[in-house]
């Protein structure tokens, strides 16, 4: 298909699908050298970080080291230093985003920014920081990102009942995601008990689908008919889940009077395996109502070869077939999805403390030379 160089298969993914393209990415060049801006035309519509995320742009490119010297020889604590760093870049961000939540009415613009990993196992903790965050950051497109751990779920609930967007990460299981779900929705009606606008308030549940595949790949072996299935088999049926909890009686009493859905977002769409086709998570989960984050390859490959057409339709049927036969296959879902979910925090936690590591060496050689 021809098309104009104003547009692009990204824009329409959304024009002809109601799936919103979001860049799974965000560094100081995008800020201050108008990389965000470059995305933004060529039809991303949101961005979504994570520790991992923000330790690689921070120790891989000088960009941030007038920054960090200056807050350093402030006399900021390495820790402190980091949070600066992390949110001028969330600030400006934002701001480029905000004209595309202002034309959307708040659907997109948005851009995550998760609490320490550290906090994903501490209800009180992970709300304490996520009201700091938006409190600090104060703009109506942030997303606070919290892991969906069991002690995050009620935190969520929490700080949707507070009236604040939240992001919802690391989704695994379809278990999990019914959790999940139920805490936005008891969240809206809290928010809605005490007189809040729900409106105001956004969600994204973030479901992660290539690791799951990678994992069970691993036990059931590359050979088997069932590899490379598992995980657009569960994430079709989470949207069917989608359909059902938002189309209910109970949502649309509160959707009469402003509530918006907790959109679904395939999170680590990137394909794993090489012998697997470069656009299998995304070209196979499109349907409206839901949203891609990219990584920057994933999204390339999508504006070169993309192909922008609802693939979840019904067949909702053959992929629960595909889960039970892979549980005749001795396959326990739910011992993949606690290992990938501590996997997850894991490697989070381990960026997180060795980019603190490597600023802290940083910092004494500053403080030697002053």
């Known amino acids: 298909m021809l098309r104009s160089k104003y547009m692009t298969a990204l824009h329409e993914l959304y024009e002809q699908t109601r799936q919103s393209p979001w860049v799974d990415d965000l560094k100081r060049s995008y800020v201050d050298r108008g990389g965000l801006n470059d995305l933004i035309v060529?039809?991303?519509?949101?961005?979504t970080s994570n520790p991992t995320i923000m330790a690689n742009a921070i120790a891989s490119t000088t960009d941030y080291d007038d920054q960090f010297r200056e807050l350093v020889l402030g006399?900021?604590?390495?820790?402190?230093?980091?949070?600066?760093?992390?949110?001028?870049?969330?600030?400006?961000?934002l701001e480029q985003l905000h004209p595309l939540y202002d034309s959307s009415d708040g659907e997109d613009g948005y851009v995550s920014l998760e609490v320490a990993p550290s906090l994903a196992r501490d209800t009180q903790a992970t709300i304490a920081s996520a009201r700091l965050l938006h409190e600090r950051i104060?703009?109506?497109n942030l997303m606070v990102k919290i892991p969906a751990t069991k002690e995050g779920i009620n935190a969520v609930e929490e700080?949707?009942?507070?009236?604040?967007?939240?992001?919802?990460?690391?989704?695994?299981?379809?278990?999990?995601?019914?959790?999940?779900?139920?805490?936005?929705?008891?969240?809206?009606?809290?928010?809605?008990?005490?007189?809040?606008?729900?409106?105001?308030?956004?969600?994204v549940a973030s479901f992660f689908v290539s690791r799951v595949d990678t994992e069970i790949d691993r036990r059931i072996g590359p050979a088997s008919k069932l590899a490379g299935q598992a995980a657009l088999a569960q994430a079709r049926l989470a949207y069917r889940y989608f359909e059902d909890s938002f189309?209910?009686?109970?949502?649309?009493?509160?959707?009469?009077?402003?509530?918006?859905?907790?959109?679904p977002l395939w999170a680590s769409t990137s394909t794993k395996n090489p012998a697997y086709p470069d656009l299998l998570y995304v070209e196979g989960l499109i349907a409206p109502q839901t949203v891609n984050t990219l990584p920057i390859a994933t999204m390339d490959a999508f504006i070169d070869h993309g192909i922008p057409r609802r693939s979840i339709i019904d067949g909702y049927a053959a992929d629960e077939e595909i889960l039970e036969s892979l549980k005749s296959e001795g396959i326990d879902f739910k011992e993949v999805t606690d290992l990938?979910?501590?996997?997850?925090?894991?490697?989070?936690?381990?960026?997180?403390?060795d980019l603190l590591v490597k600023m802290e060496v940083k910092a004494a050689q500053l403080r030697g030379r002053s």
């Open 159 to 203: 700080m949707i009942s507070e009236g604040h967007s939240i992001n919802v990460t690391l989704i695994f299981s379809l278990g999990r995601y019914a959790e999940v779900v139920e805490a936005y929705i008891r969240g809206i009606e809290r928010l809605v008990d005490r007189g809040g606008d729900p409106g105001k308030v956004a969600s």
């Open 42 to 47: 060529k039809g991303i519509r949101g961005v």
């Open 75 to 93: 006399g900021s604590t390495v820790e402190e230093a980091y949070w600066e760093l992390v949110i001028y870049d969330i600030l400006g961000a």
């Open 247 to 263: 189309s209910s009686a109970r949502f649309r009493s509160l959707a009469e009077i402003g509530a918006r859905p907790q959109r």
């Open 340 to 353: 990938l979910e501590e996997q997850g925090l894991n490697s989070f936690s381990s960026s997180f403390d």
């Open 138 to 140: 104060a703009r109506p």
